[in-house]
């Protein structure tokens, strides 16, 4: 590896930790930006550097920084939102490896590519937050609460959330957003493209 290559994992790293600070706050797992980062690592450095770009992430937090959602530290480990953290690994490492092997450059390719890292990451989020309600912090969850908060309830977060900040046109823009064309209501026009 290059130099290059080590300054791009670190800005990618930085970039993961000024998404943690970006919260919806939701019960046991809180929301925030720092997926786009993964995205983004695995879809532009390919799987390798990805990946070594949240490692280094985790490990700086675990290092002591206030990286993390909830802070940093070594203790850290014992949180229920571990899993997660290890999963922005497994998940950059799963996008870059998608787009790189099968030479994914469409939305639409891309955008599978996303979801099956962000469902690479939810998998180790829920068995993370399963053994630490279990084990650690002796609240077990059943199966089923473990996949409500630690899977469906972020998304619902952020559903709600979203027609908060935007009201009926950002829910709608969230549920679907692919080209639409209805001058009536100003509705988007290429997506992407602001409102006019």
């Known amino acids: 590896m290059r130099i290059h290559s080590f300054v791009w994992a670190a800005f ?16 046991y797992v809180p929301f925030t930006l720092q997926i786009a980062a993964v995205y983004l690592a695995g879809c532009l450095l390919g799987p390798k550097i990805g990946a070594l770009s949240q490692l280094l992430y985790v490990l700086i937090g675990l290092a002591g920084a206030p990286v993390f959602a909830e802070g940093g530290g070594l203790g850290y480990i014992w949180k229920p939102t571990f899993g997660y953290l290890l999963g922005f690994i497994a998940g950059a490492y799963t996008c870059g490896l998608l787009v790189r092997r099968f030479q994914w450059t469409r939305a639409r390719d891309i955008l599978m590519a996303n979801a099956a890292a962000l469902l690479v990451v939810y998998v180790f989020g829920c068995a993370w937050l399963y053994i630490a309600m279990k084990w650690i912090a002796g609240a077990p969850l059943s199966i089923g609460q473990t996949l409500w908060f630690g899977f469906l309830l972020p998304g619902a977060g952020r559903s709600r959330a979203l027609r908060r900040l935007f009201g009926h046109r950002g829910a709608r823009m969230a549920a679907r957003p692919t080209d639409h064309d209805d001058s009536r209501d100003g509705g988007i026009r290429e997506w992407g493209k602001p409102f006019s």
């Open 12 to 27: 990618f790293a930085a970039l993961t930790a000024v998404g943690g600070w970006i919260k919806i706050p939701v019960p």
